[in-house]
């Protein structure tokens, strides 16, 4: 079964924690995801939102919290690892010694495999559709090519919002999706 990945935005929340928990409690009852990424590179209390986050997912019992581009702040909340940018490979290491699963943001053939060679624990390959201020859409059978080339757990990202475009890349073999719009 595809693995689903919640990427949490700006967009969808608000900064009230209550409001906040409640929301994100509301997606995890009505998706289920397996991953959850907390995102939002404009709060100012991000690590105190990222700490309601983390506690949200960690009532579910079967969600893996990750925390973005910080993997000390992950490590100081317990989360399950930490996402980090495609500009971040120099951090994977610190992550890793810091005990943390690691995901890491790719766009090309050639960055997942690094990120292979690096140890992580995953990859968002993007985008897949297009998608909002992203580059040129890779497509399926992009991807279907990426996957012959590695063997890592790839979450194809970008611009997935339909149950159908889940389908074309269930028949890939990806290992999941990720997605901010699928949720919402």
């Known amino acids: 079964m595809i693995q689903k990945y919640l990427i949490t935005s700006k967009e969808f929340y608000i900064d009230t924690p209550i409001i906040f928990r409640n929301i994100l409690h509301e997606q995890f009852k009505k998706y289920m995801p397996t991953y959850a990424l907390y995102r939002d590179k404009s709060n100012q209390n991000y690590d105190i939102q990222a700490a309601h986050f983390v506690e949200v997912c960690t009532q579910f019992g079967t969600i893996k919290s990750f925390i973005h581009q910080k993997p000390t702040l992950a490590k100081e909340l317990n989360a399950t690892g930490v996402h980090l940018t495609s500009k971040q490979f120099d951090k994977i290491q610190e992550a890793k010694e810091l005990g943390l699963e690691v995901i890491i943001s790719t766009h090309t053939h050639e960055e997942v495999l690094k990120a ?13 559709f297009a998608s909002p201020g992203k580059s040129e859409p890779k497509g399926i059978d992009d991807l279907r090519e990426l996957l012959k080339k590695c063997d890592i757990n790839v979450f194809a990202l970008g611009g997935i919002i339909t149950q159908e475009q889940v389908q074309e890349i269930e028949k890939t073999k990806a290992y999941g999706f990720a997605s901010i719009r699928f949720f919402y």
Do not use: A
């Open 116 to 128: 292979q060679k690096l140890g992580v624990d995953g990859v968002t390959y993007s985008p897949i």
